[in-house]
DNA sequence: GGTATTTAGATGTTTAAACATCTAAATATT
DNA sequence: AATATTTAGATGTTTAAACATCTAAATACC
């Protein structure tokens, strides 16, 4: 997945754009209304939380049909992503975008709704092998189909998501 | 606070250094270690809620010492912005990050701690006028000491910082 | 082989988020 | 004026996040 380089011209534009929708897009000051920041740091802080509640907020609602919470939901994709392998919880964990999760009532709720299957690790008894069952792939595959609208919920461009993603790579430099 | 608009090269040179440092910064994709992305959005989108975490849990370490939580930081200093006037719960409400958050239940907790007051607004009975203690003062005087250094946990310059805000209004467009 | 350390993940407890409901005051309606 | 509707925010309940601790298996060290 590489930025088809297509120039200069365009990021310039696409720069020069951006300086002149402030009347279009409601900006971060007067979605929280607060006049001033610090500096363009804090602000940048500030709009990347705020923009991640607003995505949040959009994405648990839009789960909710589902049944299934974000943290619930990720983890299954990261099982769907290994099956028909096994992972074990520490792996899960680790691909998780919460790196902070409580990996074992996760489980235990995904477990009780049958859409997840935990056996222990013959080779190492104290590990979990995990594995996503046919509801769960069932689940995932009905996300799916409504997913693709909720791709585009954020109002970019190709060139502006690429560009967006790779800046927040930096910011954890 | 306007972009000191530096020209065209400028934001060249920086669009074509973030091509260039993929071996520098952990990319979304080793963080998560997720090979494939279905389109542009849905990366940016997934980065955007992991950056958020990533910033989350470090101000969550770094208001631990303080005693206070991220959600009752921003009630504080919504508070002071306000300082010496009083403002009710819900226009709280409407200016905090996360706009689904139990302000009542915070309130009492921050009264509790002595950081905030609360009255019965005498217009509207219904109403609470909340106020910023002088305690809730001096704890934002000793975070704001060190608040300096935590404005640049995010590695960008002042350019990148403003282009990464003005594309997250964008998002929200 | 025996002790210490590390690792996997389960579990207990406290706090907070999510959601619905409820009370009472303020408006609106007739 | 009487009733209905809206608004402010407090409260109850369920679920999950945060943090520490615990158990047992695996590994390291002597």
Redesign the interface.
């Known amino acids: 997945?590489k930025?088809p380089?297509e120039g200069?011209a365009g990021?310039?534009q696409l720069?020069l754009f951006?300086?002149t929708?402030s009347h279009?897009?409601?900006?971060?000051e007067e979605?929280?209304?607060?006049p001033?920041?610090?500096?363009?740091?804090?602000?940048?802080?500030?709009?990347?939380?705020?923009?991640?509640?607003?995505?949040?907020?959009l994405q648990q609602q839009f789960l909710k049909p589902f049944g299934i919470t974000i943290q619930q939901f990720n983890i299954l994709r990261i099982l769907r992503?290994q099956h028909p392998r096994s992972i074990s919880a520490s792996a899960i964990k680790?691909?998780?975008?919460?790196?902070?999760s409580d990996v074992s009532r996760l489980l235990d709720r995904l477990e009780a709704k049958e859409l997840v299957e935990r056996k222990i690790c013959p080779s190492d008894k104290r590990a979990a092998d995990v594995l996503i069952t046919d509801k769960g792939l069932g689940l995932l595959a009905d996300v799916d189909k409504d997913q693709q609208a909720f791709?585009?919920?954020?109002?970019?461009s190709?060139d502006?998501?690429?560009?967006?993603?790779?800046?927040?790579?930096?910011?954890?430099?």
Chains 1, 2 share one sequence.
């Open positions: 997945m930025l380089v200069k990021v310039l720069f951006l300086s929708l279009l897009t409601m900006k971060i979605e929280i209304i607060q001033k920041f610090r500096n363009y740091h804090q602000k940048a802080v500030i709009n990347l939380i705020f923009t991640s509640n607003w995505i949040g907020n992503g680790m691909r998780m975008m919460d790196k902070n791709d585009h919920v954020i109002a970019l190709d502006e998501a690429q560009l967006l993603s790779d800046l927040l790579d930096k910011c954890r430099g």
